[in-house]
């Protein structure tokens, strides 16, 4: 079968070796510390699986959805006036299957072939997808340890800039969790002004802040709507991954496009799932409050202890992810994956897979609970690895 050639675009070498010296470790019986998925491993709000199933017991559920509820996009508008201070109205709201299909598919209305995009890098990895599967050209605009983690406007050569038709934004941010400031975003609205570029803010972690910082939207910012869209995704929130539950809002041209994208190839998302996310957005506020204080223990558990064993691992800001700058000695992220895995039984991400900026750096996902943090660190102590510096030191 010759294959098409977009799917050259795509490689995963890396991850599918990773993988499958994972699977052969866990078949061997060796304990391991799995730290590389960004799935929380906390429970979904009971009133939400409750709403789930009983709307799945009633079978006119069970018909194509065709268009989200006046339901839904009420819950979705009284959830944005009621967090986030911000008015909406149901024809800037188009819902889909998670952030991650939604970025997949927005290039496809924005994009023509060779048009460029400006992409963080490091990036959440479908950013780079969505872009490669339009036949977008991606600019990426360096967010690295020196700017700490931030896009920096200045960076961006004028050109650039005048070519670009969209740029995404993701704050807090996976994989390195910084946070964007007040000044950040009305900075990042005058550069779309003065270029004509399209925001896309993907607004995945609008809950997992730390150290008092408080989460926010984009569209809070003036002028926000007339230059751009948020991704808002439940998934985090909420822990309802699997379900797949997002909202592009925003810019009414744009979601109505997006919209028409989506209607050649989706009859609209199960009315069930419809249900549950209602229930997620009139549900209390507590216990996502209270979730974020657990990540912010397991932060604090993890960046502590790898600090304290002689691995400086700054506290991230936010979102569920702690991003390391690997230790001397090993010549990429992947290899020293591996020998993380081996040595030590962690399971973590290299940042390779994050875009060209990725590499030198691992992320671990907060995934455990702090007690199990602290015994990963212990094993990565006694592994020697840190000490030993590389495959040499074995
Ligand atoms: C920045 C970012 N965007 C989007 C997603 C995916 O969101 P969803 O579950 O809504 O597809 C993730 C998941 O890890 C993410 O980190």
Redesign the pocket.
């Given at each position: 079968m010759n294959f098409s050639k977009r799917m050259d675009r795509f490689g995963d070498e890396v991850f599918l070796a990773l993988d499958e010296r994972k699977r052969a470790l866990e078949r061997e019986g060796k304990k391991l510390f799995n730290l590389s998925i960004?799935t929380p491993d906390f429970e979904p709000p009971l009133a939400v699986r409750k709403a789930l199933a009983e709307a799945a017991m009633d079978p006119a559920n069970w018909r194509y959805a065709l268009r989200d509820t006046d339901e839904l996009l009420s819950a979705v508008c009284d959830y944005y006036a009621r967090r986030f201070g911000v008015v909406i109205t149901p024809d800037q709201i188009a819902s889909c299957y998670?952030?991650?299909?939604g970025?997949g598919h927005i290039s496809l209305v924005l994009c023509d072939e060779g048009d460029t995009v400006l992409l963080p890098s490091p990036c959440?990895p479908v950013f780079i997808a969505g872009a490669k599967m339009a036949g977008a050209e991606p600019w990426y605009y360096p967010m690295t340890k020196e700017s700490g983690f931030l896009p920096r406007f200045s960076e961006i050569p004028e050109e650039v800039a005048r070519r670009a038709k969209y740029m995404i934004v993701?704050l807090p941010s996976?994989p390195m969790g910084s946070v964007g400031t007040p000044e950040l975003y009305r900075e990042l609205i005058d550069f779309a002004k003065r270029y004509d570029i399209l925001i896309l803010h993907?607004n995945?972690y609008s809950d997992i802040l730390y150290d008092g910082r408080e989460g926010g939207s984009f569209l809070a910012y003036k002028g926000a709507a007339e230059v751009g869209c948020e991704f808002f995704?439940l998934?985090k929130s909420f822990n309802l991954?699997g379900a797949?539950i997002?909202f592009l809002i925003g810019r009414r041209d744009v979601v109505a496009a997006f919209k028409k994208l989506r209607s050649q190839i989706d009859f609209g998302m199960f009315l069930p799932v419809q249900k549950a996310a209602v229930a997620a957005l009139r549900g209390p506020r507590e216990p996502v409050l209270r979730q974020c204080a657990n990540y912010e223990a397991r932060r604090n558990a993890l960046c502590d202890g790898l600090t304290a064993i002689g691995w400086d691992t700054p506290r991230n800001a936010g979102s569920m992810f702690v991003w390391a700058k690997i230790p001397e000695g090993f010549e990429t992220s992947a290899a020293f994956c591996l020998a993380l895995m081996e040595r030590a039984g962690v399971v973590c991400t290299p940042g390779s897979g994050f875009g060209p900026l990725g590499e030198g750096y691992v992320r671990f996902a907060l995934v455990l609970p702090p007690e199990e943090l602290k015994k990963a660190v212990k094993a990565i102590d006694e592994s020697g690895i840190l000490k030993n510096k590389g495959e040499s030191g074995r």
């Open positions: 960004g998670g952030s991650q299909e970025m959440y993701s996976n993907d995945a995704s998934s991954t797949h997002s």
